[in-house]
């Protein structure tokens, strides 16, 4: 079995593939009758010409594709003589070693076979919503799977994993996490929130919210929390509908400036604009220059003061970063 780059000797096979295997996607979403041909397909062909595309073959013959669009796995058939045979895993895993970061992707609600397969590459369903095939209203559901990092100062690590705080990933070991990473804001004299706080305040800023974490040989060395609407005493922009937010960021002192926290930034800004966030907020510590500075690079800007650390003897500043719209649903 071997998985290569689409060429335009494959298009005859590829061609034939879509027209035997489409049917079977969308069986109990649509009527057969409305899914055309792909060379009949004018909105499909000018998708499938704009997608990175590779073919599985088996003793020269081609047996399936696959393509993707920056992080989107948007096509994935195989032939029906060639199914159960590990060609969709291989060409699913061929796209995945190719992409970091979220990888997504939709279905349609009653393919079982696909959301099988994904689930068992580690994807999850993120969210189902009401599509349309060829004018026919369909259930869609979006899977996701958090990918690596690669770790910009050593290349040959082994890869972080992001992905959701888990119920049997230790709260413990979180709040201890977050205390040494912010430990050094502390020797400034800055008492961020995540310097002191407890198991149970831990529990209560996650809540409502999502919280990322970055893992690595089974130990969680970054995190990141997200919540897409928020309230926040002494800041008007945060209380703004289209403004998310962003806290809780930590990654372990002697795993930074590897990537990982830029892994976790990408995700969660990815997140909140595929939940309808066009700006997304934080707060830091006017002191805190360097982290100004990061987040400056990372294309946050200034908005404006809070005086809610004033007792703590500083003030904080209101960053905030426009995002992307996710066009991709």
Not at 94 to 122: F, H
Not at 222 to 251: H, K
Not at 275 to 301: D, F, V
Request: charged residues 25%; hydrophobic residues 40%.
């Amino acid at each position: 079995m071997l998985v290569r780059s689409y060429t335009d000797a494959d298009w005859p096979a590829v061609r034939e593939i879509y027209d035997l295997s489409k049917p079977d996607e969308m069986r109990g979403s649509v009527d057969p009758s409305v899914i055309l041909p792909l060379e009949r397909d004018e909105a499909r062909l000018a998708d499938f010409h704009a997608t990175q595309m590779l073919v599985v073959g088996i003793d020269g013959e081609v047996v399936g594709f696959a393509g993707y669009r920056g992080n989107y796995i948007s096509w994935l058939f195989v032939h029906p003589r060639y199914r159960r045979r590990g060609v969709a895993t291989a060409l699913a895993s061929a796209i995945l070693d190719k992409l970091n970061g979220e990888v997504e992707l939709n279905l349609a609600a009653t393919n079982d076979a696909a959301r099988g397969l994904y689930t068992a590459l580690a994807f999850r369903v993120k969210r189902e919503f009401e599509g349309e095939f060829e004018g026919v209203p369909v259930r869609v559901v979006r899977m996701a799977r958090y990918g690596r990092c690669t770790e910009a100062t050593s290349p040959s690590a082994n890869a972080a994993q992001i992905r959701p705080l888990e119920d049997s990933d230790s709260i413990t070991d979180l709040t201890d996490l977050l205390h040494r990473a912010y430990k050094p804001l502390l020797d400034m004299g800055l008492r961020y929130w995540a310097t002191h706080q407890t198991e149970a305040d831990t529990r209560k800023r996650i809540s409502g919210g999502t919280c990322l974490v970055a893992v690595k040989d089974g130990r969680v060395i970054g995190t990141v929390s997200y919540r897409r609407r928020a309230s926040w005493d002494g800041s008007p922009w945060i209380e703004r509908p289209e403004v998310a937010t962003v806290g809780q960021f930590a990654v372990e002192p002697d795993l930074q400036k590897k990537g990982i926290g830029s892994a976790l930034m990408f995700e969660v800004e990815k997140l909140a604009a595929s939940e309808g966030a066009t700006e997304l907020a934080l707060s830091t510590a006017e002191p805190a220059t360097h982290l100004i500075a990061y987040y400056t690079k990372r294309g946050y800007r200034f908005i404006e003061h809070t005086d809610a650390t004033l007792p703590q003897g500083y003030r904080s500043v209101i960053l905030s970063k426009a995002l992307e719209r996710d066009d991709s649903a």
